[in-house]
């Protein structure tokens, strides 16, 4: 089989940038506590499918860009916790609040409280909601994402789900 003509490939990085780009950014700003660090990695993550074989990462495209993206922003987190100190911590905290704040005007009101609610979930519970709700990730590609078991995965999104009917019913009381 012939590779696909370098025109076409640019045709489909620049759709797969305009499909992914924005949920990419949100979810490795979230992994990284930081908008502009999440830039970076999806920048990173962008480049890699550049260099990819089309053939290989095509079929399963969205499971692809987040994995490499989940993978390299893990690895920047873990870098910049080992090297921080305390003006970098202020800095990425004020990073955090503006991304926060961009991230509350993007939803309406209604998605604004259940955010906030979801902030409250642990880590895990939060990735796996974001992925299948904001990114539409079936529960296959949530696991191969995030390297749990498609077991564990419907287990974190059903007690994630479960505990948050009870605060929104317990707010409403």
Request: some cysteine; hydrophobic content about 35%.
């Amino acid at each position: 089989m012939k590779p696909p003509e370098p025109s076409a490939n640019g045709d489909w990085i620049h759709s797969a940038v305009d499909q992914y780009e924005g949920p990419l950014v949100r979810y490795a700003a979230r992994l990284t506590g930081c908008l502009e660090t999440g830039r970076d990695v999806v920048q990173e993550t962008f480049l890699r499918l550049c260099r990819a074989d089309r053939t290989e990462v095509e079929p399963r495209l969205a499971q692809w860009l987040f994995t490499v993206c989940r993978n390299r922003a893990l690895e920047v987190a873990r870098k910049e916790t080992r090297m921080k100190t305390f003006a970098e911590t202020q800095a990425r905290e004020t990073a955090n609040t503006v991304a926060d704040e961009a991230a509350t005007l993007e939803n309406n009101e209604s998605l604004g409280e259940l955010s906030s609610l979801i902030d409250l979930l642990p880590p895990n519970q939060q990735e796996v909601l974001r992925l299948k709700f904001q990114n539409e990730l079936s529960y296959r590609e949530i696991s191969e994402v995030t390297q749990l078991s498609v077991t564990n995965v419907g287990y974190l999104l059903h007690t994630a789900i479960h505990t948050l009917r009870r605060k929104v019913q317990a707010d409403q009381n």
